[in-house]
């Protein structure tokens, strides 16, 4: 299949290409070559999913935005049309991320004051404290130590942990069952059991809420569901979307980030030799950028007609919105495909565009901005202790990353 | 120029108050958008076409009155 995708020139009579596709060997932070075949093309593909289907790939920046925008595209993945990750028997209901306004909306509104601005800057020094003493424990140990197990992944758990409600020595539990979650390969059966077991322990874990309140996001929607606002089930289920959406993507930003730019040096250098809160922001934006951890596209499907550079899409088909293609736009960003710590990148649409923005993106960049202010700083020594090809990185699952960066210094 | 807020529109990403905080903020209860300062000028008003141009909603613009 490999071999379809790096034929050149794809003629009026090419084969429509499979989707996702795979990134070259050896460019581990570039979006797969077939994408920017995609690009080359026009701003507007077909790509051929697992299904057997045909759905429209939207290769340009604007032409993304503007979609992701339009109220006639959903996100309701039981609409005709829509662009299935996976065969789904549409059980495995993750709360608002996949419906429309207004219930989305609704939903959404019930959890957006927790990570309101202000509310999250309050919560930084709590952060800087989590990640010094992870750093502490980590310099005490022995190394090589693996980078995910030690830091990317327990920064981001504890503080999702601490926000929620839920208690952090369950993480083993809920980490193996997200991962389960969003394998593109795990089967119908397997996803469903695993979304049932976080959801089952969502339920309980509120059910204990309800008797002993305290003033955690969970505790929050409790109260809701006492109100009549929201069903028991409901709030199990945002319950496992912020669980999940909290951790798995933030500490794949950490590992990746810190290995591109240990793959970068002269980047490195600038974060390890500054303490300038707009560079080190600066640095968040452009790692986001250049990373596009969520590669799997954007996906909806067409309730009505739209138009998309110049070409009717009709109601029923389905549309995919890769945000690594948008993201190396070179008219949204000239030279793309350099990682530019200095850059302006805040325009990047790693979190999504439209009404499903990113609800965690001020939380996100707030823990981003102090790992990637203080780890290299505080080791800066810091050195990958395996070749980038030796690394197993996350090809088969909706977030990309690595499943092991094993470090010394 | 004047800044227009779409109220219903706003999803509470926060994007406004990160690229204009003397303009925008966030209302306790639910992290919606409200103005601050209806009138913004010289490089306060560019950071308001930064966060025109970033607002996931489109709930912002900039209008002559
Ligand atoms: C660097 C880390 C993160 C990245 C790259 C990221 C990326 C994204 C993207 C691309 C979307 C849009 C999905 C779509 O349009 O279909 C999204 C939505 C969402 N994210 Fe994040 N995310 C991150 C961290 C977080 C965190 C820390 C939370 C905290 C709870 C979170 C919660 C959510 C939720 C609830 C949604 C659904 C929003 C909606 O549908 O209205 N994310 N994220
Ligand atoms: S940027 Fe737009 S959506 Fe986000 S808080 Fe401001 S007005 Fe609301």
Known sequence: ?409 | MHVELDEPKCVASGQCVLAAPEVFDQRDEDGIAFVLDEQPAGDTLDAVREAVAICPAAAIRLVQR
């Open chain 1, 1 to 409: 299949m490999a071999d379809t995708l790096t034929v050149a020139g794809p003629g009026p009579s090419a084969p429509v290409p499979e989707f996702p596709m795979p990134r070259a060997a050896g460019c581990p932070f570039d979006p797969p070559p077939g994408l920017g075949a995609a690009r080359e093309e026009g701003p507007l593909t077909k790509v051929r999913l697992w299904d057997g289907k045909d759905y429209w790939l939207l290769t340009r920046y604007a032409d993304q935005r503007a979609v992701l925008l339009d109220p006639r595209v959903s996100a309701d993945l039981t609409r005709p049309g829509y662009p299935l990750q996976a065969p789904s028997n549409g059980t495995n209901n993750i709360s608002f991320i996949l419906m429309d306004d207004p219930e989305h909306a609704r939903l959404r509104r019930m959890v957006t004051a927790p990570f309101a601005i202000k509310r999250v800057e309050a919560l930084r020094p709590a952060v800087q404290k989590i990640v010094d003493d992870l750093i502490d424990e980590m310099l005490a140990g022995p190394h090589p130590v693996d980078l995910v197990e030690a830091f990317a992944l327990p920064v981001p758990s504890l503080v999702i942990c601490a926000l929620l409600g839920v208690p952090y020595d369950d993480h083993d539990f809920f980490q193996e069952n997200s991962k389960v979650l969003i394998r593109r390969d795990a089967d119908m059966a397997d996803r469903a059991a695993a979304h049932g077991k976080l959801v089952g322990y969502l339920d309980q874990l509120m059910g204990e809420k309800t008797a002993h309140p305290g003033d955690d996001l969970l505790s929050g929607l409790v109260a809701r569901v006492r109100s009549g606002e929201l069903t028991r089930t409901d709030a199990a289920q945002m319950g496992v979307l912020l669980l999940l959406a909290g951790h798995e993507t933030t500490a794949n930003m950490i590992a990746l980030g810190t290995l591109a730019l240990l793959e970068h040096p002269e980047q490195l250098a600038l974060l390890r030799d500054t303490d300038d809160p707009k560079l080190i922001a600066s640095a968040v934006e452009e790692l986001l950028r250049y990373l596009s951890i969520v590669h799997g596209g954007r996906r909806r499907a067409v309730l009505a007609d739209i138009e998309v550079a110049g070409q009717v899409i009709r109601a029923g088909e389905g549309v995919i919105m890769p945000n690594d293609l948008a993201n190396r736009d070179p008219e949204a960003f000239p030279d793309p495909d350099r990682l530019d710590l200095t850059r302006d990148a805040r325009r990047h649409v790693a979190f999504g565009f439209g009404v499903h923005q990113c609800l965690g993106q001020p939380l996100a960049r707030m823990e981003l901005q102090v790992v990637y202010g203080t780890l290299y700083r505080r080791v800066p020594g810091l050195r990958a202790a395996a070749g980038i090809g030796e690394l197993p990185f996350k090809h088969d699952g909706s977030v990309y990353g690595v499943h092991e960066l094993p470090v010394t210094w």
